[in-house]
Each structure stands twice: as C-alpha cells, then as structure tokens.
C-alpha cells in the first residue's frame, strides 16, 4: 500500500469511507440534488474488509451515511464500522442517529 509506504507505518489505526456516493464530472461543492452519483458501496466496503483482514488497518468506519445506507451496509458487512462520523445538525436526524449508533454500539465522531 503506497500510503502506508509514504507514511512510514506498518498500519492504520483507522480508514474511513468518506461519502457513499460519487460527484458527477464538473460538479462543484457541495452538490446539488441529480449531481451525485451512486457507486458500489457495498464493494468498497469489503475491499476495506479485506485491509483488515490483511493486518494494513485496524478499524474501518464510514462518513456521512445515511440511516438506510448504514442499515444496508451492516447487512452485508462481515466486519462491523468502528466509527460512524457525521455532519452533527439537530434538525438533521438527529435523535435517529443516536440512537442507530447506540443499539449498534458504533463510535461516533462528528466534523
């Protein structure tokens, strides 16, 4: 793994997937709704499992995911996120959230 080569270290602590979508070309931020597209998350996922697997990282987690694609992720996940990192807003599903991270016992970490 060329980071780990760049970095001097033998593993990471933590590899996150930052976003379970792609941005359409010459797209500027943040999108706007039709200018995302989808991409195989669930394929990214077991790559990152595979990292695990593989002694290169520790824990694996995701970014701004949203209930139903966190619900669906765990679904398929052989190895469960460590970390669910959110945009924190109160008026953004919040409680919802909070209590999706309690139940699955998932760390939260917020931008």
């Known amino acids: 793994m060329n980071t780990l080569n760049e970095l001097q270290l033998d593993y990471l602590d ?58 669906k992720l765990l679904d398929i996940a052989h190895i469960m996120p460590s970390v669910c990192q959110v945009r924190w807003r109160c008026t953004l599903d919040g409680e919802m959230t909070k209590c999706w991270r309690l139940v699955r016992r998932i760390a939260s970490t917020s931008q």
């Open 14 to 71: 933590l590899y996150l997937t930052h976003w379970p979508f792609r941005l359409k070309d010459r797209v500027s931020r943040p999108p706007k709704a039709g200018e995302v597209s989808d991409f195989d998350y669930e394929g990214v996922w077991r790559e990152m499992e595979k990292l695990v697997t593989d002694k290169l990282v520790r824990d694996i987690g995701v970014c701004n995911f949203t209930v139903k694609k966190r619900n």
